[in-house]
Structure formats: C-alpha cells, structure tokens
C-alpha cells in the first residue's frame, strides 16, 4: 500500500532482458531496504528481488510491461519513486495499491502563475471510475481530478509537485500509468455486479 506522495526520484541505474523478464535497477539510497520489500517506481508497486553492488534491482513481467510504461524506460531515465506505507505513518495522499489499471496520455499542458493544468486521456474502460473532485495517481503521483469530459480529465499540479515529481518534464504524448481510485473501482465493481 502507498499514498502517492513519491518519496524522491531517482535514475534508472541499470535496464536489462533475460528470459522474459525485464530487470530494472535503481541506485540504494536507503540503508533499510530488504528483500521482498515492495516499492513503487512510477506508481507500479514492484518486488525488491535483489540487493548488490549499492543497487536495488527489480524484476518486471510481461503482464506489466504490456500494462503499464516501465517497458519503455531506459537507463538515465528519472523515476518517481515510493516505500510502502508503513502502520502507524501519515497518510498524505489516497491509498494506493501500485496496481495500475492502464496508461492515459498526456494530451495539453497549460501553465499559470499560481498552478499548471495537464489534461489526459484515459482508456475508454477507465472512464467509469473518474469522478470529478476524485483521486487518481498518474506515475505514482496522487492528485485530484479537478475537471472531467468523459474520459478527459485534469489535473491542476503546484510548483511543489512539479518540483519533487517528473511530471513537469513529461511531454505531450506521455503514457502515465494510471491508477484509478480503489473505492470508485469497488462502488462501481459492485454496482456492475447487481445490474444497476
């Protein structure tokens, strides 16, 4: 479980292939990290499988490539990067669970003095679990949905986020994972479920 708030970003220290598997690694910048940890590198929660040479590697399968924008990473390339939560912590953001649903696509950005706005496409799937005022976390960041048109949504970014995140340096055309709210998706689930 995470809270979208990302903890830092990091470069992708390493990207390899063997056998079907896609291993990512980033640089250990914490001195408590353990196997079988689970961290989220863009909002996909990911399992710590090992821990050398000063470097966390994570091993991705196929189903997650295909379902999200890890695939298309490169070594250089800024990550967002979240620990799990942990019992008893602040929860800042929503709950997130690192399950991404699919990818949306960065369509306009559009800056002002006080906010910037992106809007982003989603799945036609995916729409029915936007709501406006709701949460989704797009590369790990949870934000606010703060306009809707089917499945356009936008989001309004401070200087802060846009600081501490990559979002400012995605162009248009960005595949951003996204994962929708967990409730919305369970209410909606729910609802299909008994034929209302």
């Known amino acids: 479980m995470f809270t979208g708030i990302i903890e830092r970003t990091l470069q992708l220290a390493g990207v390899s292939d063997d056998a079907g598997i896609r291993h990512l690694d980033i640089l250990n910048v914490w001195p408590d990290v353990v196997l079988g940890e689970s961290i989220a590198i863009n909002g996909v929660c990911l399992t710590v499988a090992s821990l050398e040479h000063g470097r966390i590697r994570f091993d991705v399968i196929r189903e997650t490539l295909a ?5 298309g990473l490169s070594p250089g390339d800024l990550v967002n990067v979240e620990r799990s939560l942990r019992v008893g912590s602040r929860l800042d953001g929503h709950f997130v669970q690192g399950h991404v649903d699919g990818t949306a696509v960065l369509l306009e950005k559009s ?22 005022k709701g949460s989704v976390c797009i590369d790990g960041v949870s934000l606010t949905i703060a306009g809707l048109s089917g499945r356009v949504f936008e989001v309004a970014l401070i ?32 609802m299909e479920l008994r034929g209302s």
Request: hydrophobic share 40%; glycine share 6%; net charge neutral.
């Open 67 to 71: 379902r999200t924008n890890l695939g």
């Open 111 to 132: 800056d002002g003095k006080t906010e910037w706005r992106y809007r982003v496409e989603a799945p036609e799937a995916l729409a029915k679990y936007l709501a406006p």
């Open 159 to 190: 200087p802060t986020t846009l600081a501490l995140t990559t979002l400012a340096d995605r162009p248009i055309g960005w595949a951003f994972n996204l994962e929708c709210d967990m409730i919305a998706k369970q209410i909606v689930s729910f």
